[in-house]
């Protein structure tokens, strides 16, 4: 009996010519997007690494010039795409690409996506994320509406329950029924973006990104079953089909349109940004109060080389075998990025706590559990972004301190006109960024993996609850 | 005229009587005044950090006094001393904040190239911005046509499926008429609210009252009046209400997210920007290769633009200022090229949009509201232009100092050059998008008519 419920809804879902019109439409949308995704993803990734190689051709092969000119010409860290970014962009379009690495000094990156645009990237991107994030659903609260409602409204409830069969063993067949159809949708564009994945010899196919990917898709797989069982039970709750309908349509309204804008929205009048200024200001005035390379005045810097004779037990800066110069430029960058870390670090926890808010509204709405997951196992989300930026700020750190360092040992002190030829430039390693592995993503997926598992476990236990309770007539 | 009155009156107590109707009326108030208090808040503290850079300006002409206590290099002041351009908001950005929570509102220059500090962005949080805006804009764009929709999805079908068409039908009146009235009474109410909600926030922002009150006000009556007329296309098939729900939430996602998603993928695909990165690359090249050319080759170049300083000294030494500025200037005419080819292709970007956007009506109406309170694309690079300028007149201000060798004293720091730039509204676009507005609503409606000509006529 079970059973043939569940196929009377396969069936009958493949019977409805609107049903398959609109399924059809999702598949095609998420072919589209994943070829577009797959497409951008090449393009950016492309214009990404020409770039990166051009910096670093130019940095190996730059003219001959003093270390600490080297310093300030410094390089450049393009971020690159993750591997999975093309299934959902995430935050992708709206950080910067672009960071310049110099002495002295944290950049900002530069170039988002969403500055090159008009306001039509503020209505959203065609991305497979985009598709099973906010259509799918929709989709099944067409295709289950009408899972008790119909019944009740035919009669054929009451039918069905004197065959001795429990309104818990329909609602498993419903939803048994129901799965599969989605699973039909869904399958054979997942099947593709696996395919794809795996034939594109632009992959670094390895574990990782299989474990992501299939994460990715589990995650999803929850998401679904959750909206599954969700209209299910709110079709039981009702009379009518098309009250069913319109409390549907509304959760999905407020979950995936208004509540995701209001809790960023929140967290940012809660959590105040410093600006730019501002930081750099801060910045500037304790910056101050360290050790200046470039300021022969500077009494900090005074001190240091008094400390250094002390140290070598000479009588003069000439007389060191290293050069005090490059030492005190290591010195005051040692102290500076501290500083500019110091500030980065609070700025990023101010962004981390608004972003919290939408995180544990996730349990409130498994939307914003899946959006959240769905871009950290994509790549894409803030803590990669937050990662990349250390990254290239470790970078920054040690390049400019290898050169000092250079400068201390093979430029003689005071000498501001000694060049050194690119042989010594192209033993310092380019700018390297690869994407942490799945675990450490996952650490910081801790709430929205929780979230998806408190609406599972609320969905199937006190939904079906609530179904048990429910009017048959 | 009576009986359209009468029925009025009906759906009057029928509305009242209805809770759920109700209930969502009340919740668009508040989404809509939330919308309101979110874009003033937002406004209003740019407005506040932007008042804050005269502090930090300030500030760092105290730091600079400390540093240099007597009369000072101006190739030092150039160097250290840093100021802002700025990009205040028009009275009206609070209702459509647009793009000025991605695009920086303030840029910092020193007198170093241009080039290198123009495109610095400010600090944002990416999930924000991606997330986007909750101001009133949002509301009237998004949250209405759902509003209508859930007022008017059963306009028609409810009577069927109540059974009481046939008794409506019995009486002697029009079908249109009852229409007609059903449709009026909604878009009365929806108007009403829109209307009441755009003078709210148009008082709370205590904008400029302009002829844009007007502009304002008829874009988002005729959009409404778009929508009333899906409402009117989809009614006229007589299918249930729940087909009439689900197609019209179709219609929603269709025009509100996945057409613009997919003019965005065209517009991507049609005009990247690929000069970015490649002038970002190229500046800092020519710059730093400053370094390693010969002054003299260097000086001539700079010279031959700017010939008035052509008969100062001759430079002899290892380094100095005014020759440092001249190569960084170099560097900037060097990517003038990249620069204008950079934000031409913005343009062409916005305008490709425009072209299309007569497919998504939400697009348009977005693109108008941004266009008319001065918050698009368009606006921020009217403001990088506006910098730009004031580079060229912090040159200008800086170039006698260090070519003539005077000192930079204490005084001439109140002499430099101050920017202030605010955002223009380009009402020239918001006509454009009325006229494809009115496009879109007379083609929806004459089609809605004629399928309404077609299957009433048969009802009878």
Same mark, same amino acid.
């Given at each position: 009996?079970?059973?043939?419920?569940?196929?009377?809804?396969?069936?009958?879902?493949?019977?409805?010519?609107?049903?398959?019109?609109?399924?059809?439409?999702?598949?095609?949308?998420?072919?589209?997007?994943?070829?577009?995704?797959?497409?951008?993803?090449?393009?950016?990734?492309?214009?990404?690494?020409?770039?990166?190689?051009?910096?670093?051709?130019?940095?190996?092969?730059?003219?001959?010039?003093?270390?600490?000119?080297?310093?300030?010409?410094?390089?450049?860290?393009?971020?690159?795409?993750?591997?999975?970014?093309?299934?959902?962009?995430?935050?992708?379009?709206?950080?910067?690409?672009?960071?310049?690495?110099?002495?002295?000094?944290?950049?900002?990156?530069?170039?988002?996506?969403?500055?090159?645009?008009?306001?039509?990237?503020?209505?959203?991107?065609?991305?497979?994320?985009?598709?099973?994030?906010?259509?799918?659903?929709?989709?099944?609260?067409?295709?289950?509406?009408?899972?008790?409602?119909?019944?009740?409204?035919?009669?054929?409830?009451?039918?069905?329950?004197?065959?001795?069969?429990?309104?818990?063993?329909?609602?498993?067949?419903?939803?048994?029924?129901?799965?599969?159809?989605?699973?039909?949708?869904?399958?054979?564009?997942?099947?593709?973006?696996?395919?794809?994945?795996?034939?594109?010899?632009?992959?670094?196919?390895?574990?990782?990104?299989?474990?992501?990917?299939?994460?990715?898709?589990?995650?999803?797989?929850?998401?679904?079953?959750?909206?599954?069982?969700?209209?299910?039970?709110?079709?039981?709750?009702?009379?009518?089909?098309?009250?069913?309908?319109?409390?549907?349509?509304?959760?999905?309204?407020?979950?995936?349109?208004?509540?995701?804008?209001?809790?960023?929205?929140?967290?940012?009048?809660?959590?105040?940004?410093?600006?730019?200024?501002?930081?750099?200001?801060?910045?500037?005035?304790?910056?101050?109060?360290?050790?200046?390379?470039?300021?022969?005045?500077?009494?900090?810097?005074?001190?240091?080389?008094?400390?250094?004779?002390?140290?070598?037990?000479?009588?003069?800066?000439?007389? /060191?075998? *290293?050069?005090?110069?490059?030492?005190? !430029? %290591?010195? +005051?960058?040692?102290?500076?990025?501290?500083? =500019? &870390? $110091?500030?980065?670090?609070?700025?990023?926890?101010?962004?981390?706590?608004?972003?919290?808010?939408?995180?544990?509204?996730?349990?409130?709405?498994?939307? /914003?559990? *899946?959006?959240?997951?769905?871009?950290? !196992? %994509?790549? +894409?989300?803030?803590?990669?972004?937050?990662? =990349? &930026? $250390?990254?290239?700020?470790?970078?920054?750190?040690?390049?400019?301190?290898?050169?000092?360092?250079?400068?201390?040992?093979?430029?003689?002190?005071?000498?501001?006109?000694?060049?050194?030829?690119?042989?010594?430039?192209?033993?310092?390693?380019?700018?390297?960024?690869?994407?942490?592995?799945?675990?450490?993503?996952?650490?910081?997926?801790?709430?929205?993996?929780?979230?998806?598992?408190?609406?599972?476990?609320?969905?199937?236990?006190?939904?079906?609850?609530?179904?048990?309770?429910?009017?048959?007539? | 005229?009576?009986?359209?009155?009468?029925?009025?009156?009906?759906?009057?107590?029928?509305?009242?009587?209805?809770?759920?109707?109700?209930?969502?009326?009340?919740?668009?108030?508040?989404?809509?005044?939330?919308?309101?208090?979110?874009?003033?808040?937002?406004?209003?503290?740019?407005?506040?950090?932007?008042?804050?850079?005269?502090?930090?300006?300030?500030?760092?002409?105290?730091?600079?006094?400390?540093?240099?206590?007597?009369?000072?290099?101006?190739?030092?002041?150039?160097?250290?001393?840093?100021?802002?351009?700025?990009?205040?908001?028009?009275?009206?950005?609070?209702?459509?904040?647009?793009?000025?929570?991605?695009?920086?509102?303030?840029?910092?220059?020193?007198?170093?190239?241009?080039?290198?500090?123009?495109?610095?962005?400010?600090?944002?949080?990416?999930?924000?911005?991606?997330?986007?805006?909750?101001?009133?804009?949002?509301?009237?764009?998004?949250?209405?046509?759902?509003?209508?929709?859930?007022?008017?999805?059963?306009?028609?079908?409810?009577?069927?499926?109540?059974?009481?068409?046939?008794?409506?039908?019995?009486?002697?009146?029009?079908?249109?008429?009852?229409?007609?009235?059903?449709?009026?009474?909604?878009?009365?109410?929806?108007?009403?609210?829109?209307?009441?909600?755009?003078?709210?926030?148009?008082?709370?922002?205590?904008?400029?009252?302009?002829?844009?009150?007007?502009?304002?006000?008829?874009?988002?009556?005729?959009?409404?009046?778009?929508?009333?007329?899906?409402?009117?296309?989809?009614?006229?098939?007589?299918?249930?209400?729940?087909?009439?729900?689900?197609?019209?939430?179709?219609?929603?996602?269709?025009?509100?997210?996945?057409?613009?998603?997919?003019?965005?993928?065209?517009?991507?695909?049609?005009?990247?920007?690929?000069?970015?990165?490649?002038?970002?690359?190229?500046?800092?090249?020519?710059?730093?290769?400053?370094?390693?050319?010969?002054?003299?080759?260097?000086?001539?170049?700079?010279?031959?633009?700017?010939?008035?300083?052509?008969?100062?000294?001759?430079?002899?030494?290892?380094?100095?200022?005014?020759?440092?500025?001249?190569?960084?200037?170099?560097?900037?005419?060097?990517?003038?090229?990249?620069?204008?080819?950079?934000?031409?292709?913005?343009?062409?970007?916005?305008?490709?949009?425009?072209?299309?956007?007569?497919?998504?009506?939400?697009?348009?109406?977005?693109?108008?509201?941004?266009?008319?309170?001065?918050?698009?694309?368009?606006?921020?690079?009217?403001?990088?232009?506006?910098?730009?300028?004031?580079?060229?007149?912090?040159?200008?201000?800086?170039?006698?100092?260090?070519?003539?060798?005077?000192?930079?004293?204490?005084?001439?720091?109140?002499?430099?050059?101050?920017?202030?730039?605010?955002?223009?509204?380009?009402?020239?676009?918001?006509?454009?998008?009325?006229?494809?507005?009115?496009?879109?609503?007379?083609?929806?409606?004459?089609?809605?008519?004629?399928?309404?000509?077609?299957?009433?006529?048969?009802?009878?």
């Amino acid at each position: 009996m079970v059973k043939s419920i569940a196929q009377k809804e396969f069936l009958s879902a493949l019977r409805d010519a609107r049903f398959l019109a609109l399924s059809v439409i999702v598949l095609l949308l998420l072919l589209a997007a994943t070829v577009v995704g797959l497409h951008s993803y090449y393009t950016l990734q492309h214009e990404r690494e020409m770039a990166q190689e051009e910096v670093n051709h130019h940095f190996a092969n730059s003219a001959d010039r003093h270390p600490h000119r080297m310093a300030h010409y410094g390089s450049f860290a393009f971020r690159p795409k993750s591997s999975l970014s093309f299934l959902d962009f995430g935050l992708d379009s709206f950080t910067g690409t672009s960071l310049f690495l110099e002495a002295h000094k944290q950049n900002s990156s530069n170039f988002s996506q969403a500055q090159q645009s008009s306001s039509l990237i503020r209505f959203g991107e065609m991305t497979v994320a985009f598709i099973l994030q906010m259509l799918i659903p929709l989709l099944i609260i067409f295709l289950c509406y009408g899972a008790f409602t119909q019944e009740k409204e035919t009669g054929t409830l009451q039918l069905m329950l004197s065959q001795g069969v429990s309104l818990r063993q329909i609602s498993w067949a419903k939803v048994a029924g129901y799965s599969q159809i989605v699973a039909l949708v869904v399958a054979p564009a997942l099947f593709l973006v696996s395919l794809l994945l795996f034939s594109q010899s632009g992959f670094n196919l390895n574990a990782d990104l299989l474990l992501r990917l299939l994460l990715f898709i589990g995650a999803y797989l929850v998401y679904f079953f959750i909206f599954i069982v969700l209209s299910v039970v709110v079709s039981a709750l009702n009379k009518r089909s098309s009250t069913a309908l319109i409390s549907l349509l509304g959760i999905w309204i407020l979950s995936c349109i208004i509540l995701p804008k209001a809790a960023a929205n929140l967290g940012a009048n809660l959590y105040t940004t410093p600006t730019k200024a501002q930081l750099d200001a801060d910045v500037h005035d304790e910056v101050a109060q360290s050790i200046n390379g470039h300021n022969s005045a500077d009494e900090r810097a005074a001190a240091f080389k008094k400390q250094l004779l002390v140290k070598y037990g000479v009588g003069s800066l000439e007389q /060191l075998p *290293v050069n005090a110069d490059g030492l005190v !430029m %290591a010195a +005051s960058e040692a102290q500076s990025s501290q500083v =500019y &870390q $110091k500030h980065f670090n609070r700025l990023t926890g101010i962004f981390q706590k608004q972003n919290r808010i939408a995180e544990y509204l996730g349990l409130l709405n498994p939307y /914003l559990a *899946v959006r959240h997951f769905s871009m950290s !196992m %994509a790549g +894409s989300d803030f803590a990669h972004y937050v990662h =990349y &930026q $250390k990254v290239a700020e470790k970078y920054r750190y040690n390049l400019a301190q290898t050169l000092n360092h250079i400068q201390a040992t093979q430029v003689k002190y005071q000498d501001k006109t000694t060049r050194l030829s690119n042989a010594t430039w192209k033993q310092i390693p380019p700018f390297r960024y690869s994407s942490p592995g799945v675990g450490w993503a996952l650490k910081n997926q801790i709430n929205s993996i929780i979230a998806l598992l408190f609406w599972l476990f609320l969905v199937v236990v006190t939904g079906f609850k609530l179904i048990d309770k429910t009017k048959i007539v | 005229m009576n009986k359209f009155r009468t029925i009025i009156k009906y759906e009057w107590l029928n509305f009242r009587a209805d809770k759920g109707l109700l209930l969502i009326t009340l919740l668009t108030l508040i989404t809509g005044l939330y919308g309101i208090y979110y874009g003033t808040t937002e406004i209003s503290r740019q407005r506040q950090h932007l008042a804050n850079l005269s502090k930090i300006t300030a500030h760092d002409v105290e730091n600079m006094k400390v540093q240099f206590p007597g009369e000072a290099d101006a190739g030092d002041v150039g160097y250290y001393h840093s100021t802002f351009a700025v990009n205040h908001p028009d009275s009206w950005a609070s209702l459509s904040l647009g793009q000025r929570d991605i695009n920086p509102y303030y840029i910092k220059l020193r007198l170093l190239n241009l080039q290198s500090q123009l495109y610095d962005s400010d600090n944002i949080n990416p999930l924000k911005v991606f997330t986007g805006n909750f101001d009133l804009a949002f509301v009237l764009i998004y949250l209405f046509p759902l509003f209508i929709i859930g007022l008017s999805f059963n306009v028609f079908s409810i009577e069927k499926e109540q059974g009481t068409l046939p008794l409506l039908l019995s009486q002697p009146i029009n079908l249109s008429l009852i229409v007609a009235a059903k449709l009026s009474f909604r878009a009365f109410i929806v108007l009403g609210l829109a209307v009441l909600l755009s003078l709210t926030g148009m008082f709370w922002a205590q904008v400029v009252p302009d002829s844009r009150i007007v502009l304002w006000l008829g874009a988002i009556v005729l959009y409404c009046l778009f929508w009333f007329a899906v409402i009117f296309l989809v009614a006229a098939l007589q299918k249930s209400s729940a087909f009439n729900a689900i197609t019209l939430l179709g219609i929603w996602l269709l025009l509100t997210m996945v057409i613009p998603a997919l003019l965005n993928v065209y517009v991507a695909l049609k005009k990247p920007v690929p000069q970015a990165l490649a002038l970002t690359i190229k500046q800092r090249e020519v710059v730093h290769g400053g370094w390693d050319k010969p002054k003299e080759e260097t000086m001539n170049k700079f010279f031959s633009l700017y010939p008035q300083w052509r008969d100062t000294t001759q430079i002899k030494e290892r380094f100095v200022w005014r020759w440092y500025y001249a190569f960084q200037h170099l560097g900037d005419v060097a990517v003038a090229d990249l620069a204008k080819d950079y934000q031409n292709r913005l343009k062409e970007r916005q305008q490709l949009v425009e072209n299309l956007n007569v497919l998504s009506v939400p697009v348009n109406v977005q693109g108008m509201l941004n266009a008319l309170t001065g918050t698009d694309l368009l606006a921020h690079l009217a403001f990088m232009q506006s910098a730009t300028r004031y580079h060229d007149a912090l040159r200008e201000f800086y170039y006698p100092f260090l070519f003539n060798q005077v000192a930079f004293t204490h005084n001439d720091y109140a002499k430099e050059p101050q920017h202030s730039f605010t955002s223009t509204p380009q009402i020239s676009l918001v006509w454009s998008g009325y006229y494809k507005l009115a496009l879109s609503f007379l083609f929806t409606f004459i089609v809605g008519l004629f399928i309404f000509k077609i299957r009433f006529l048969n009802l009878k």
